[in-house]
């Protein structure tokens, strides 16, 4: 079946514009995550949605990053006023955590340049 | 909260070889430890993982060894091939809370 998908895979922004990342994750997946990995780095959390729960938004950097869902389908993150040191990868995954298993799908990733 | 820290950074082998990568983790309550393959461009992938119930898992050229007492897992990859080659993380989590911690990654090359 279809994995988790991303869109735009690249995006180039200049510095203070803000962005917006889309997240389709797997159907019928109640958990849904947000990571930031920066070149050559880890996987950076920002946040995680579980179900209608409040999302924990304990990884989100700064008060310029923000994310919502819809239910349980489709998520977007938001950034505003874009900063050099916002360039990253940012990945988004999905799992079963509903159910106990807690394997991540993880989508291919945006690619955010800010110039 | 909880550390989950990954050696080597970067390994290098050639084809044929084994390959092995170890984690440590500090939170004893962990009980889940994926570990992921990711290519090149792409997303990272789940090639397996093993709960705090079991002290090895193997699938094929791979397995997982859980040592709960010293809290550190590895990764073993046997008889390498250059399509091993990519960076590698392992993770870590509870119940009760499905953020996992993941380490910094480990950069496997393997040479033809």
């Known amino acids: 079946g279809a994995g988790v998908s991303q869109s735009p895979s690249n995006k180039v922004t200049e510095k203070g514009k803000d962005v917006e990342l889309r997240c389709d994750p797997i159907?019928?997946?109640?958990?849904l995550y947000w990571y930031r990995q920066r070149l050559g780095q880890g996987l950076e959390f920002l946040i995680y949605f579980q179900g209608n729960s409040a999302p924990d938004k304990s990884g989100l950097p700064s008060d310029r990053f923000s994310a919502e869902r819809t239910g349980e389908s489709v998520s977007t993150l938001t950034i505003q006023r874009t900063q050099q040191e916002d360039s990253a990868v940012y990945l988004c995954?999905?799992?079963?955590?509903?159910?106990?298993?807690?394997?991540?799908?993880f989508g291919p990733g945006t690619r955010l340049t800010v110039t | 909260g909880e550390n989950v820290e990954q050696h080597p950074s970067t390994l290098s082998v050639q084809e044929g070889d084994s390959a092995v990568i170890k984690c440590t983790y500090s939170?004893?309550?962990?009980?889940?430890f994926p570990w992921y393959k990711q290519e090149l461009g792409k997303g990272p992938q789940l090639i397996i993982d093993?709960?705090?119930?079991?002290g090895e898992k193997k699938d094929q050229r791979i397995a997982v060894t859980l040592n709960k007492t010293a809290k550190h897992f590895s990764l073993h990859i046997t008889e390498t091939q250059p399509e091993d080659s990519a960076v590698y993380f392992c993770a870590a989590s509870k119940g009760g809370s499905y953020i996992p911690t993941f380490g910094r990654g480990t950069s496997l090359i393997v040479h033809p």
């Open positions: 939170d004893s309550a962990s009980n889940y």
């Open positions: 093993i709960r705090s119930n079991v």
């Open positions: 159907s019928g997946h109640t958990a």
């Open positions: 995954a999905s799992s079963h955590s509903g159910t106990g298993r807690n394997e991540q799908y």
